[in-house]
């Protein structure tokens, strides 16, 4: 070989080396890409097609009564999930889980619209499966690969209907929700409160989600749940500690006339806890765990009762003869009358005012009385004369400024505001200029006509007669800084007092006069609301001790007639928060209240522009005066 051949072959040698070393430089950057810059990536991206996220959901606060005794608690449960490759492979999953998890078309509807909402997460099927249920799905692993079990706490009600309209319920959350971010820190299935303490401290309770991990194949089939990654330990939510009295409140619930509607709300005057908060009908809030049936939800929302609605907070009732102490104050700080002070007409069954004659409950009449004694003995004519005595124009101010225009700003959702006129514009706008006349004062001076009040705000100002100077902080269920009061009477201590005096003579000798209990010193008002849907209902709200009030209560019950007929209810509830069980049980009368006929009247509707405000404006300016006691 010459050395020209030698050179060529030399220099091709040198160009294979060139080239190979090249390639081995790009394999090694590509390498090096791979496996060092870019391994997170490809581990996460691989831990994503091996892993499929599970969320662990967080236990729920507690809630608890103001001894500590627990309304809402945690207790195990197990939920079932479905990883599925398809929306046609988990259709069959459900299939074959038929026979021991039914599923309803309801059900597959969420279902299926959650998996088409994030089809790479797991689905929940059911967030309270019996444990029986969840044996026979163990042992039929192998046919459902795409199965996850997780034991997870479950929401459990110990007082039941007793306390479900103060500690409320939970539920799942909805896509419409998640989408206006109604509830920040949620995802698919996680449980969020839907009335009572469990809605407005819902942030509090929630606590925050975990996260763990299951290992799938390609196809998507479950392959082992344990000992995978380490996940996000859920967060539980804090403990909500109330002001209920649990016992008072099963007292409540036990003494509330059965099958009757009303509401009683109890509370502190000085501090404004509440004590007790009922209303009847109740529900079991135990039933919306893990999801309500749709047959028994249908029960609750067709009951023409409405148990779910809270008649403490939400139901809005002409406030009939306990208004009477509010125009008795307004008059007294306005200077207009004293507590002995007599009007110019004696009763004598009624009171004519113009071409109208507006009766007294008491058709023979009262006779010439005092104020004090107008109280006692819950006398319209006299108070008519005191309405027209302050006007229309001060009575609404005066009402607007002790707060019967607003909501008492008790911390539970969907509290309804009062209906009272802030001033004689309302009228105008409602019925016109000339649509309506003075005599409307008359109807809101005996607590009818434009005048429908919550229970809980009338307590509140009940409360505001109770508390050393004539003003009290707003209901609280939930103990905290409360804001100072809103609202305040505006009374000297002695017009405080002459008010009490009066209200302990209405229990001792006027129209509570069977409601007394022991030695028990009560101060109290009953009260008949006119009802244009049936017979009238009955108030009473009182305090007690009346010297120094630590408690104050009352109640409405629809249908009762009479106030006289809800007293002894009230003064029960006084005696068995002050005295004890046992004072009550062997010195507390009976409560008989007879129901309303086969076919009940209406509810009590909510709407502002309802029938019943309708008719409530026509007895104003009609041919019919209202009467109350």
């Not at 103060?166 to 449980?191: D, M, Q, W």
């Not at 067709?302 to 009477?324: C, M, T």
Request: charged share 20%.
């Amino acid at each position: 070989m010459n050395w020209q051949d030698h050179h060529a072959m030399g220099r091709r040698t040198g160009v294979a080396q060139a080239v190979v070393l090249l390639a081995t430089a790009v394999l090694v950057v590509a390498f090096f890409r791979v496996q060092v810059v870019r391994a997170v990536r490809y581990e996460v991206q691989s831990d994503s097609n091996r892993l499929r996220s599970v969320v662990v959901s967080a236990p729920r606060g507690l809630i608890t009564d103001r001894a500590g005794v627990v309304l809402a608690e945690n207790v195990p449960g197990y939920s079932v999930w479905l990883h599925a490759p398809s929306t046609d492979s988990l259709v069959a999953a459900l299939d074959r889980m038929q026979g021991i998890l039914p599923t309803d078309s309801a059900d597959r509807v969420r279902i299926l619209a959650q998996y088409r909402a994030a089809a790479s997460e797991p689905v929940l099927v059911t967030r309270d499966a019996p444990f029986d249920a969840i044996s026979a799905l163990e042992e039929q692993r192998p046919w459902n690969p795409g199965l996850v079990i997780r034991s997870e706490p479950k929401r459990r009600y110990p007082f039941g209907a007793a306390v479900a309209h103060v500690v409320g319920y939970v539920g799942e959350v909805s896509e419409a929700e998640l989408r206006n971010r109604t509830h920040p820190g949620t995802r698919r299935g996680s449980l969020v409160g839907r009335a009572g303490v469990e809605q407005y401290y819902d942030d509090q309770l929630r606590g925050r989600d975990g996260l763990t991990f299951a290992e799938v194949d390609a196809l998507g089939r479950t392959v082992r749940e344990e000992g995978i990654e380490a996940g996000l330990p859920p967060s539980p939510g804090e403990t909500i500690r109330t002001t209920i009295d649990i016992e008072l409140q099963q007292f409540v619930e036990q003494a509330f006339p059965s099958g009757q509607r009303g509401a009683v709300v109890a509370m502190d005057p000085v501090s404004g806890e509440v004590l007790a908060l009922y209303s009847s009908p109740s529900f079991d809030p135990n039933a919306f765990v893990g999801g309500i049936d749709p047959a028994a939800w249908a029960r609750l929302t067709e009951n023409r009762d409405f148990p779910l609605f809270d008649r403490a907070i939400q139901a809005r009732y002409a406030p009939a003869s306990p208004f009477k102490l509010a125009v008795a104050a307004m008059a007294l700080r306005r200077g207009l009358v004293t507590i002995d002070s007599h009007m110019d007409v004696p009763c004598r069954g009624g009171l004519q005012y113009y071409n109208r004659y507006f009766r007294c409950w008491r058709l023979q009449g009262h006779g010439d009385l005092t104020l004090r004694e107008a109280v006692q003995y819950s006398c319209d004519v006299y108070f008519y004369q005191l309405g027209l005595k302050l006007g229309l124009t001060s009575l609404l101010q005066d009402g607007v400024e002790m707060g019967f225009g607003d909501p008492s700003g008790i911390d539970l959702p969907n509290e309804n505001e009062p209906i009272f006129p802030p001033s004689t514009e309302y009228y105008n706008r409602r019925y016109g200029p000339r649509g309506w006349t003075s005599a409307v004062t008359l109807n809101l001076a005996i607590g009818q006509g434009e005048n429908t009040q919550t229970l809980v705000n009338m307590v509140r100002f009940y409360a505001m007669l109770a508390s050393p100077d004539g003003s009290t902080p707003e209901p609280r269920v939930v103990a905290g800084a409360a804001p100072p009061p809103s609202h305040a009477l505006g009374l000297s201590p002695e017009a405080l007092r002459d008010l009490r005096d009066a209200l302990v003579a209405v229990v001792d000798r006027g129209t509570a006069a069977g409601a007394q209990i022991a030695d028990l010193k009560i101060a109290g008002k009953t009260g008949t609301a006119q009802n244009p849907h049936g017979p009238d209902h009955g108030w009473f709200i009182g305090f007690a001790p009346a010297d120094a009030p630590t408690i104050a209560v009352g109640a409405v019950v629809e249908f009762a007639e009479h106030g006289s007929s809800v007293a002894p209810l009230v003064t029960r509830i006084m005696a068995r928060y002050l005295l004890g069980a046992d004072a009550v049980r062997a010195r507390g009368p009976a409560i008989t209240i007879e129901a309303p006929a086969d076919t009940a009247p209406a509810p009590l509707p909510i709407l502002p522009d309802s029938t019943f405000l309708r008719n409530q404006g026509r007895d104003s300016l009609g041919t019919t005066a209202p009467r109350t006691r």
